[in-house]
């Protein structure tokens, strides 16, 4: 005995439920994507500092890390000489970069201090405003300030 169903079949909106289920999570992705990326550049060990800085928007950010015979220079995530990040700040500068571009100069500990120093010279030269980022450091590490006396 073959057994029939009764009822009328209304395929209708059921069959398109998972199709909306794919364009909301699509539609997240893109939505909460670029919230997600933090910062791009070259990961090194930066030097503890107690000070907080605010976050900058449109930045451009010069990584220095130890390297023979100099240091190893990132400007955002492209390894270049000196020489070639001379000539990527004049493009830049030439190319209507403003006075207030702000450069985050992110410095590995093991990073010399001359290097730093020659790197800063050179986007101070310029024309742009440098920050230095280090690392936040744990609150016990902070050095309480001495009391004054009286």
């Not at 005995?1 to 009764?6: A, I, Q, R, S, Y």
């Not at 909301?24 to 090194?44: E, M």
């Not at 270049?80 to 970069?97: C, I, V, W």
């Amino acid at each position: 005995m073959k057994l029939e169903m009764t009822l009328p079949e209304r395929p209708g909106f059921l069959h398109a439920v998972p199709i909306l289920n794919i364009f909301a999570l699509v539609q997240l992705f893109f939505l909460l994507g670029p919230s997600l990326v933090l910062q791009s550049g070259v990961a090194v060990e930066l030097a503890p500092s107690r000070f907080q800085m605010e976050r900058y928007q449109d930045t451009l950010v010069v990584t220095l890390g130890p390297g023979e015979p100099g240091p190893r220079i990132h400007f955002g995530r492209d390894a270049m000489s000196m020489g070639e990040l001379t000539n990527r700040l004049d493009e830049l500068k030439s190319g209507g970069a403003t006075a207030k571009s702000i450069v985050l100069v992110q410095t590995d500990a093991g990073t010399p201090v001359g290097a730093e120093r020659e790197v800063t010279e050179l986007l101070l030269d310029r024309g742009f405003r440098v920050a230095m980022v280090g690392k936040s450091q744990p609150a016990a590490l902070v050095p309480a300030s001495k009391p004054k006396a009286k």
